[in-house]
């Protein structure tokens, strides 16, 4: 009955959205409402539900994409973006760019969480997009199937780090044995199958795209422009690497860098390098680029809003223990445990929409079945973080950033977006039980 339940909210959600027409955001709400009832929340819990779930995705989100929407914005409507496009054109070329893109994705998408390295990367793809007149899909999804993967599937993000620990795997064989699988995963997912995706048209997608009027200003070098919009992956990487190259800091230099580390100060500091780089320096007054920054935040109001709306029904299936009841359900059946860990980490990821819930909670249930079976943990880490990645669709917030950046429609989400997922889904559990039979 349960999973009637979610399958029917689902299907209002998308029925709302889709045929009724009606803001994503209230529709997340209506449902959640809707689903948190009948579920069982008592009804004096429900608000709860609603404020925690709102508070969890955008107290770790909002100042990441407002202050990364800002950056991207500046770096646009200055000309560095079009400097960096460039640049990458001449490396590898309009018929190759897309390869470009992906192996950005994958080198930067080591150390960031997709969040932030969605909101930093976008605006890279639409500077390649607008000056030489590329298909968007086409040219970016291999980039965002990159981010994926490795937030899925490799140390040091937390839902891999996390299994590493509950199951006592090895963290560098984890990642190794991560590598093995995520490079074919995204290739086959990113540019074999974006070769298929060309006549998708986006929407008048105008937050990237630089003013004629920029062109009074001076427009920044290519080493400045690079520098200044990669600086936000450069502070993180250096903030990751020294408590490796200085284990012995003390307390006071550990906390800086901790602080420094923060994803928001990052931003902060990269943003405020930008303004004098980016702006000052080539000649705009402090209030343009004011204005610039201004812009900005209007133009991604409505997907902070809808972010807002997916972390409501996340909080709402998490709450009423339907994360729990599906994962004692599937642990049944009598299938490969490394099969069977991936499946019930896919399925909770498909009605709860948090691909972190869906690998933490399947690790729970499957950890007594590994030990019994003795599945390398290695492996069942990734199984389960391919799993997490599976059924991607209207309660993801991936889902929807992807949607509104793009300017898509739900149907060209869905046949884009969510089979990319699906495919780094299901070609990382080949890739896990082809590694099985050799390990």
């Not at 390649?128 to 599937?153: C, D, E, N, Q, W």
């Not at 044995?177 to 540019?191: D, E, N, S």
């Not at 995706?197 to 997608?205: E, Q, S, W, Y």
């Not at 990487?237 to 408590?243: A, E, G, M, Q, R």
């Amino acid at each position: 009955m349960t999973f009637i339940i979610i399958i029917l909210c689902l299907a209002l959600l998308i029925v709302l959205i889709s045929y009724f027409k009606v803001d994503a955001f209230l529709s997340f709400l209506i449902v959640s409402i809707v689903a948190g009832i009948s579920l069982g929340i008592p009804l004096e819990k429900l608000p709860t539900s609603i404020n925690n779930g709102i508070g969890s995705i955008m107290g770790s989100l909002t100042l990441i994409i407002v202050l990364g929407a800002m950056l991207g914005k500046l770096v646009a409507e200055s000309g560095a973006a079009q400097r960096i496009a460039s640049v990458m054109v001449n490396i590898f070329g309009t018929k190759h760019i897309q390869w470009g893109l992906m192996i950005t994705g994958f080198i930067v998408g080591i150390p960031l969480f997709y969040g932030i390295g969605f909101v930093l990367l976008v605006p890279l793809i639409f500077s390649v997009v607008y000056k030489y007149k590329l298909p968007a899909v086409y040219i970016g999804l291999p980039m965002l199937a990159a981010l994926s993967v490795t937030h899925g599937f490799l140390p040091p993000h937390p839902s891999p780090v996390a299994l590493v620990a509950q199951f006592n795997a090895d963290l560098g064989m984890t990642l190794i044995y991560g590598l093995a699988v995520a490079i074919p995963a995204i290739i086959l997912a990113g540019p074999v199958f974006c070769s298929t995706l060309k006549n998708i048209k986006t929407g008048p997608v105008k937050l990237f795209e630089q003013k004629e009027d920029s062109n009074q200003y001076c427009v920044p070098g290519s080493f400045l422009s690079f520098t200044t919009a990669m600086l936000p992956v450069f502070l993180l990487i250096l903030v990751t690497v020294i408590p490796y190259c200085l284990p012995d800091m003390g307390e006071n230099a550990s906390s800086v860098l901790s602080f420094v580390g923060a994803p928001s100060i990052v931003m902060l500091i990269a943003l405020v390098f930008a303004t004098y780089t980016l702006g000052i320096k080539q000649g705009r007054s402090i209030k343009n680029v004011m204005g610039i920054y201004g812009d900005a935040v209007k133009d991604i109001a409505m997907i902070l809003l809808i972010i807002a709306g997916s972390g409501i029904f996340k909080q709402v299936m998490e709450d009423s223990g339907v994360s729990e009841e599906l994962a004692f359900g599937l642990q049944k059946l009598s299938i490969h445990p490394l099969i069977l860990g991936w499946l019930i980490a896919a399925i909770i990821r498909g009605c709860v929409g948090s691909a972190t819930v869906a690998a933490l909670t399947a690790a729970s249930v499957i950890m007594p079945l590994m030990i019994q079976s003795g599945v390398n943990p290695n492996l069942m880490v990734l199984s389960l973080g391919a799993g997490s990645l599976m059924f991607s669709h209207v309660n993801d917030a991936g889902f929807w950033m992807f949607k509104e950046y793009f300017g898509l429609t739900m149907k060209d989400t869905l046949r884009s977006w969510s089979v990319m997922e699906a495919l780094v889904s299901i070609i990382g559990l080949i890739g896990v039980l082809l590694l099985s039979l050799v390990i």
